[in-house]
């Protein structure tokens, strides 16, 4: 299969009509649906490599031989964070063919309705909910199996919200831990309903979460195999994989800029290929907007000293980064949890295989333990902390950017509605460093789901392989800090409830001596990671209001440079975002046809 991947003599110094800049998950779903049409020539160019049928990939519990690899994860690095005990976070990213859909955790969540159509609301036609349900279904295949896993854990999901003849294979695992039933029913203790339609835009409650192994193979279903494989035959497209993109070639054509191409280095030598039609970026909401700087294009106060010629002022690259962080409840399980240390062990694997007899391949983790809850369901400090948000945005009004505060007063709609979920608890089975070998270990990952702060990621060199600054400002806003400690309080609550505590040894994080707010708020800023749904670095929003892209995602300034990936999204979604992913490319897609009238 790797053999029918491109040379690059196949591509140097040729022209096609789409460049496609990244093959991850927005790309690859871009260049399948672009070269549907024979009479378009279409090249994707992917600075990682192919990872045709590795098993690091494929195998559900691959991920874990692959995280923080780098021929596998680009492991960019956080500048120290001032609000969060000075910490620079590691924020993985997938690289190679499928990006990070290839490195995800599988999980298959779709937002809220109110987080999408809050894109329309700030300038931009046509990104809504019901256009955005309709693409994101386009992408998906729902596939019903007979479950194995413990019977009171649900498989709950109405057909009319789910997609049916899509490349994505989506599915129930039918294994499990054995936490994540205990804690629904711990949850409904204090009164979380299970959703039965947690795709259909209403998302607060409690469900297992569809993933993207397949039924039919056990193998993950990822960009690569789902949208690339199928089409890589097609005689108008090109995949170039180790092909590492530094800048785009512009030329001035009247007012606007004109990309001519893109410059590249495979095996050390530079090369350039041409666009007929248009240079479209897909590498991801990290790499696109340093791209764009590398070509002059972003704000001079940081190109000028770095010896870049400014070719369009455009202050929006790079801003506007938004970042949803969590925080770790570890906990040690009784015996009969499974987590993932515990299955490096042959023969509890295969233990575990002989009472699953309906089991088709390994028995794998999938993490599938989904809550989605409005701040309002469990705090009593909730009021509080809405109120002390609205006056530090009124107070800070006069002092942000244009456009800022319309952003900041839709989050605090969002906030006020109780109907529109604030945080995720997720009943996590993977443990990298059980604190005892051989013992089952379950993480509560408490994450915030539309985090006010805003931060940037710009280049620190014109030297295209030095990595970028990344500083998401994490806490900057109080709020997001009052947040995670009041859903951290809600999550222990929970894990101290039957029939949840029964199955628990002990609370190994923050642990026993933590008991007050303050302490509480001290281990939280200790003990953060990403949960790696970065968005907003080339927004799309009218240019006057911070934007970088316009409802058809064309770079402002220029004819024909359009972002095609998480990038463009103006502000936190409470989902995981591979589902965004896809639909942005798939929405995408067709605006692009219809523009070209192909
Ligand atoms: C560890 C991890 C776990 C996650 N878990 C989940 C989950 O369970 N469920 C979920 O829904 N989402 C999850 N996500 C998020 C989701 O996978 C991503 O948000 C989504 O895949 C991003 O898609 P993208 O197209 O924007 O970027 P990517 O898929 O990251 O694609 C960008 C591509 O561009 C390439 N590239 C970058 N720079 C260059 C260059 N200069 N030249 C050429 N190519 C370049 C990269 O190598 C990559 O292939 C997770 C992400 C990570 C990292």
């Given at each position: 299969?790797?053999?029918?991947?491109?040379?690059?003599?196949?591509?140097?110094?040729?022209?096609?009509?789409?460049?496609?800049?990244?093959?991850?998950?927005?790309?690859?779903?871009?260049?399948?649906?672009?070269?549907?049409?024979?009479?378009?020539?279409?090249?994707?160019?992917?600075?990682?490599?192919?990872?045709?049928?590795?098993?690091?990939?494929?195998?559900?519990?691959?991920?874990?031989?692959?995280?923080?690899?780098?021929?596998?994860?680009?492991?960019?690095?956080?500048?120290?964070?001032?609000?969060?005990?000075?910490?620079?976070?590691?924020?993985?990213?997938?690289?190679?063919?499928?990006?990070?859909?290839?490195?995800?955790?599988?999980?298959?969540?779709?937002?809220?309705?109110?987080?999408?159509?809050?894109?329309?609301?700030?300038?931009?036609?046509?990104?809504?909910?019901?256009?955005?349900?309709?693409?994101?279904?386009?992408?998906?295949?729902?596939?019903?199996?007979?479950?194995?896993?413990?019977?009171?854990?649900k498989?709950l999901?109405?057909?009319?919200?789910?997609?049916?003849?899509?490349?994505?294979?989506?599915?129930?695992?039918?294994?499990?831990?054995?936490?994540?039933?205990?804690?629904q029913k711990?949850l409904a203790k204090h009164g979380v309903q299970l959703s039965h339609d947690s795709?259909?835009?209403e998302t607060t409650g409690t469900w297992?979460?569809?993933?993207?192994?397949?039924?039919?193979?056990?193998?993950?279903?990822?960009?690569?195999?789902?949208?690339?494989?199928?089409?890589?035959?097609?005689?108008?497209?090109?995949?170039?994989?180790?092909?590492?993109?530094?800048?785009?070639?512009?030329?001035?054509?009247?007012?606007?800029?004109?990309?001519?191409?893109?410059?590249?280095?495979?095996?050390?030598?530079?090369?350039?290929?041409?666009?007929?039609?248009?240079?479209?970026?897909?590498?991801?909401?990290?790499?696109?907007?340093?791209?764009?700087?590398?070509?002059?294009?972003?704000?001079?106060?940081?190109?000028?000293?770095?010896?870049?010629?400014?070719?369009?002022?455009?202050?929006?690259?790079?801003?506007?980064?938004?970042?949803?962080?969590?925080?770790?409840?570890?906990?040690?399980?009784?015996?009969?949890?499974?987590?993932?240390?515990?299955?490096?062990?042959?023969?509890?694997?295969?233990?575990?295989?002989?009472?699953?007899?309906?089991?088709?391949?390994?028995?794998?983790?999938?993490?599938?333990?989904v809550t989605f809850l409005p701040?309002?369901a469990f705090?009593?400090?909730?009021?509080?902390?809405?109120?002390?948000?609205?006056?530090?945005?009124?107070?800070?009004?006069?002092?942000?950017?244009?456009?800022?505060?319309?952003?900041?007063?839709?989050?605090?709609?969002?906030?006020?509605?109780e109907a529109?979920p604030?945080?995720?608890?997720?009943?996590?089975?993977?443990?990298?460093?059980?604190?005892?070998?051989?013992?089952?270990?379950?993480?509560?990952?408490?994450?915030?789901?539309?985090?006010?702060?805003?931060?940037?990621?710009?280049?620190?060199?014109?030297?295209?392989?030095?990595?970028?600054?990344?500083?998401?400002?994490?806490?900057?806003?109080?709020?997001?800090?009052?947040?995670?400690?009041?859903?951290?309080?809600?999550?222990?609550?929970?894990?101290?409830?039957?029939?949840?505590?029964?199955?628990?040894?002990?609370?190994?994080?923050?642990?026993?001596?933590?008991?007050?707010?303050?302490?509480?708020?001290?281990?939280?800023?200790?003990?953060?990671?990403?949960?790696?749904?970065?968005?907003?670095?080339?927004?799309?929003?009218?240019?006057?209001?911070?934007?970088?892209?316009?409802?058809?995602?064309?770079?402002?300034?220029?004819?024909?440079?359009?972002?095609?990936?998480?990038?463009?999204?103006?502000?936190?979604?409470?989902?995981?975002?591979?589902?965004?992913?896809?639909?942005?490319?798939?929405?995408?897609?067709?605006?692009?046809?219809?523009?070209?009238?192909?």
């Open positions: 299969m790797e053999s029918r991947l491109s040379q690059v003599a196949d591509i140097s110094g040729k022209r096609f009509d789409f460049v496609i800049v990244g093959g991850g998950t927005s790309g690859l779903t871009l260049a399948n649906r672009l070269s549907e049409n024979p009479n378009v020539a279409v090249v994707v160019l992917e600075a990682g490599k192919a990872h045709i049928d590795d098993l690091r990939i494929l195998s559900p519990n691959g991920w874990l031989q692959q995280i923080m690899q780098p021929e596998y994860d680009w492991k960019f690095s956080t500048v120290p964070q001032g609000h969060a005990a000075n910490s620079a976070l590691v924020w993985s990213r997938g690289k190679g063919l499928g990006g990070s859909s290839a490195l995800n955790l599988m999980l298959w969540t779709r937002p809220q309705r109110e987080d999408i159509d809050a894109i329309e609301r700030l300038g931009n036609p046509g990104w809504n909910w019901d256009r955005f349900h309709e693409y994101s279904k386009k992408s998906e295949k729902f596939v019903p199996v007979v479950a194995a896993s413990p019977s009171e854990y498989d999901i109405e057909e009319k919200s789910v997609g049916s003849n899509g490349p994505i294979p989506i599915s129930f695992v039918p294994t499990s831990s054995g936490a994540e039933a205990p804690y711990s795709l259909s835009g297992k979460s569809l993933s993207v192994v397949d039924p039919e193979t056990g193998n993950r279903s990822y960009a690569s195999n789902a949208y690339l494989l199928p089409v890589i035959d097609r005689p108008n497209l090109k995949v170039l994989t180790e092909a590492y993109v530094t800048k785009i070639v512009t030329l001035r054509d009247g007012g606007e800029l004109n990309a001519s191409g893109i410059e590249f280095e495979c095996n050390g030598r530079t090369y350039t290929v041409y666009a007929g039609k248009e240079v479209i970026l897909s590498a991801g909401a990290i790499k696109t907007p340093t791209i764009l700087e590398l070509s002059g294009i972003g704000d001079p106060a940081i190109l000028e000293p770095l010896g870049i010629v400014v070719q369009k002022d455009l202050p929006a690259v790079g801003a506007n980064v938004r970042d949803k962080l969590y925080t770790r409840i570890v906990l040690e399980m009784q015996d009969g949890i499974v987590s993932s240390n515990l299955l490096k062990d042959p023969n509890f694997q295969e233990k575990l295989r002989s009472s699953h007899p309906n089991l088709k391949g390994p028995f794998t983790l999938a993490m599938t333990g701040v309002q705090s009593e400090n909730a009021n509080a902390i809405i109120e002390r948000c609205a006056e530090k945005i009124s107070a800070d009004a006069s002092a942000y950017p244009p456009g800022v505060k319309e952003q900041l007063d839709i989050q605090l709609d969002l906030l006020k509605d529109v604030d945080t995720e608890l997720l009943v996590t089975p993977f443990s990298f460093a059980p604190p005892i070998q051989g013992r089952p270990y379950i993480i509560l990952a408490v994450c915030v789901s539309h985090p006010f702060s805003r931060g940037s990621i710009h280049i620190q060199s014109a030297d295209p392989k030095v990595a970028p600054l990344i500083d998401p400002h994490y806490f900057e806003e109080s709020v997001d800090l009052d947040i995670i400690v009041e859903a951290t309080k809600f999550a222990r609550k929970v894990a101290q409830t039957e029939p949840f505590k029964s199955i628990t040894v002990q609370e190994v994080v923050p642990g026993p001596s933590v008991i007050t707010d303050e302490q509480l708020r001290d281990t939280v800023r200790n003990n953060l990671s990403t949960i790696w749904h970065t968005v907003g670095s080339a927004s799309m929003l009218p240019e006057d209001k911070g934007g970088a892209v316009d409802a058809t995602l064309k770079v402002y300034g220029t004819k024909n440079i359009r972002i095609v990936d998480l990038s463009v999204i103006p502000l936190p979604i409470a989902s995981h975002t591979q589902t965004v992913a896809y639909a942005i490319a798939e929405q995408a897609a067709d605006i692009i046809k219809a523009i070209h009238n192909i």
